[in-house]
């Protein structure tokens, strides 16, 4: 992707456009996972936190998780190399319609083309193929040949953003009150994938992005980013970009649509204002690296109909209605202990965990979020 010249193709709507000057963000949580070692009121108030920051923001900050700074540098050493690879080489192990993952450089986002390259693979292989119209899905990983390492080091990632994400899970069940594996019963089967995204130099970083604007329609986006910095959010209270200062040894975790579900007027349930998280990413001519996983992102669409709904009130309604109606004697133990499945009208429930970014020359990176 290398010494590709600007066409219209990648031009950003004036209003969708980069901002030369960014104003950085202020009062993003920055959560302390290390309670999770501890036990009783540490990790209680630990889901009380994470909670909270979910509800008011929809995203933060995390440090502590445990993620050895070693399987995070292999992981970003590996995406440099493979993204220095010459085109054909890269091109050998290109993803097409019936074979989802592997290497990419033409996608779109709400039909703008985005300044960068991908490259998709899943933590576990291969899962059971996806029925279409027309075929079948198969998400088998296209591992890039004679890259040693390549692949041991995002397998580790891999591996290492699934634990993480899935304790994330167990501290906003707890948040919501519901025990604390209460939700790995919807992420039984392959539901996580890592991206790596490369941001070539752009020549008119003014009129591009990497990635435009959207939202991410799974359960969680785990985002590794470096030093650089340049991630932006949207500021709910009145529109502003704002820029999200870098920590060191932190990932920001990005609370998804599907944390939220769709119902038609369950009982006991109010409805949710606007909560989802918008994102971008802006250019600069520099070089921008950025891993992760993540996919399935976009706007939902309106309804007067239907309701938007907390997962956790939805879950802790069927499972009162389940308990009061077992205590009557209309259930059986089997069937209460049954994991009740609410009406998803969103695609199959995801975990996103991306993975890493890293810059190799001065640029910005930016995702776009609302709160």
């Known amino acids: 992707m290398g010494g590709l010249t600007m ?20 009062g993003i949580p920055l959560i302390d996972l ?22 008011d923001w929809g995203f933060f900050v995390v440090v502590g ?61 291969p899962p059971p193929p996806a029925a279409v119209a027309d075929g079948e899905l198969v998400f088998d990983n296209k591992w890039p ?3 040693p390492g390549f ?30 594996d209460r939700l790995h019963g919807f992420f039984k089967d392959q539901t996580t994938f890592i991206r790596l995204n490369h941001y070539p130099p752009c020549p008119s970083p003014d009129l591009a992005l990497g990635v435009g604007r959207h939202k991410d329609a799974g359960a969680l986006t785990i985002l590794y ?15 502003e970009w704002v820029r999200v200062r870098p920590v060191p040894d932190s990932f920001i975790i990005n609370v998804g649509d599907l944390i939220q579900v769709r119902e038609r007027g369950a009982p006991g349930v109010g409805e949710l204002g606007e909560g989802e998280v918008l994102h ?7 070089d921008l690296h950025h891993g992760g996983a993540g996919g399935g992102a976009g706007e939902q669409g309106r309804s007067a109909q239907v309701r938007r709904l907390q997962l956790g009130r939805l879950l802790q309604h069927q499972e009162e209605q389940q308990l009061q ?40 990176m930016s995702s776009l979020a609302s709160w």
């Open 34 to 55: 290390s309670p999770l070692a501890a036990s009783g009121g540490a990790v209680d108030a630990l889901a009380a936190e994470v909670g909270a920051a979910s509800r």
């Open 225 to 239: 980013q470096d030093d650089v910095g340049g991630l932006d959010v949207r500021r709910r209270s009145d529109g």
């Open 7 to 26: 066409d219209q193709a990648f031009v950003q709507a004036p209003e969708h456009r980069p901002k030369p000057i960014v104003t950085e963000a202020t």
């Open 151 to 180: 692949r041991e080091a995002l397998e580790e990632y891999a591996k290492a953003m699934e634990e993480l994400a899935f304790k994330l899970l167990e501290l906003i069940a707890r948040s919501l009150k519901l025990r604390p």
């Open 325 to 364: 109606e077992a205590q009557r004697g209309e259930h059986s133990d089997r069937a209460f202990q049954e994991e009740p499945r609410p009406r998803l009208t969103t695609a199959t429930a995801r975990i996103h965990a991306i993975a890493m970014s890293s810059s190799d020359s001065e640029h910005a």
């Open 280 to 286: 971008a990413l802006l250019l600069q001519p520099g």
């Open 145 to 147: 040949q004679d890259l």
């Open 65 to 125: 998780h445990g993620v050895p700074a070693e399987t995070v540098a292999r992981a970003t050493e590996a995406q440099r190399a493979f993204f220095a690879l010459p085109a054909e080489r890269k091109a050998a192990v290109r993803r097409n319609e019936a074979e989802p993952l592997g290497y990419y450089e033409s996608e779109h986002t709400k039909n703008v083309r985005d300044w960068k390259e991908v490259y998709d693979l899943v933590p576990r292989e």
